[in-house]
T-cell receptor, first 116, second 108 residues
Framework: DTGVSQDPRHKITKRGQNVTFRCDPI?????LYWYRQTLGQGPEFLTY????????KSRLLSDRFSAERPKGSFSTLEIQRTEQGDSAMYLC??????????????FGPGTRLTVT | LAKTTQPISMDSYEGQEVNITCSHN???????ITWYQQFPSQGPRFIIQ???TKVTNEVASLFIPADRKSSTLSLPRVSLSDTAVYYC?????????FGAGTRLTVKP
């Protein structure tokens, strides 16, 4: 396994368009996380899945954002009616977690979104 | 929800030992302390994790005092390639929050 992959790596879109990003986690990992990162800031948590169940969503995740993880494998993050403020790096991470014990997240390279 | 405080930036020179301290006064019993490293245009990379006392791996050491209200990441003999942002996270597997991190610059 080569790690977490994300597609596309870069996306330029016009304001008002919809965009969808894909994340393929490490195959044996049961958790998948989405973060957003803007320049000079740390990653901001958006949401995470345990297998196919979406367990938590940040208030940052407005109604225009939706994430899915069908069959507990890859995940998609869709942003509808994009705004310039959505321009950021979108990071995906995965981990194998059992209960509340220690964990290590493996991050993908990110998708850089630019809304013009 | 434990909150972390780290220095915004630090400078060092090649070959020196670097210690980055993180304060987390409200750490909970179930919380672990985890450090990540991030280079520009890359996702964060796990460095080390600990719960109490001292943890050491091939790249760093993590020192956690008995009250667990702070922790120190120690990088031995840094090189130019260690220039990056270092994040301290406190939480359990259900809760992971990044702060602004510490920007470490290693000079020749």
């Amino acid at each position: 396994d080569t790690g977490v992959s994300q597609d596309p790596r870069h996306k330029i879109t016009k304001r008002g368009q919809n965009v969808t990003f894909r994340c393929d986690p490490i195959s044996e990992h049961n958790r998948l996380y989405w973060y957003r990162q803007t320049l000079g800031q740390g990653p901001e948590f958006l949401t995470y899945f345990q297998n196919e169940a979406q367990l938590e969503k940040s208030r940052l995740l407005s109604d225009r954002f939706s994430a899915e993880r069908p069959k507990g494998s890859f995940s998609t993050l869709e942003i509808q009616r994009t705004e310039q403020g959505d321009s950021a790096m979108y990071l995906c991470a995965s981990s194998y977690t059992s209960g509340r014990s220690s964990y290590e997240q493996y991050f993908g390279p990110g998708t850089r979104l630019t809304v013009t | 929800l434990a909150k972390t405080t780290q220095p915004i930036s630090m400078d060092s020179y090649e070959g020196q030992e670097v210690n980055i301290t993180c304060s987390h006064n409200n750490i909970a019993t179930n919380d672990y302390i985890t450090w990540y490293q991030q280079f520009p245009s890359q996702g964060p990379r796990f460095i080390i994790q600990g719960y109490k006392t001292k943890v050491t791996n091939e790249v760093a050491s993590l020192f956690i005092p008995a009250d667990r209200k702070s922790s120190t990441l120690s990088l031995p003999r840094v090189s130019l390639s260690d220039t990056a942002v270092y994040y301290c996270l406190v939480g359990d597997s259900n809760d992971m929050r990044f702060g602004a991190g510490t920007r470490l610059t290693v000079k020749p």
